[in-house]
């Protein structure tokens, strides 16, 4: 079952309360997103980390309920 996109923003804001989130549904299948995260949270962190917080805000969605997302973190 595909994931919605409300779904992926509260999952992330839960994990990262001042992230900015915006995502966008790149096919309209509800199942591959660009997602971009914005927070001072990652201020001092490498990309690698960056992107762990999030795949980790995601936990088990990722490779299943969410098939594939392209992902871009920025630092205030």
Not at 8 to 26: G, H, N, S, W, Y
Not at 68 to 75: G, P, R, V
């Amino acid at each position: 079952m595909p994931m919605l996109a409300q779904n992926i923003v509260e999952l992330i804001k839960e994990a990262l309360p001042d992230a900015e989130v915006t995502i966008q549904d790149l096919v309209g299948d509800r199942d591959h997103y660009a997602v971009t995260v914005k927070s001072s949270t990652f201020t001092g962190k490498t990309k690698i980390q960056q992107h762990q917080m999030v795949y980790g805000a995601l936990g088990s969605h990722m490779g299943t309920t969410l098939h594939a997302m392209s992902l871009t973190t920025l630092t205030d």
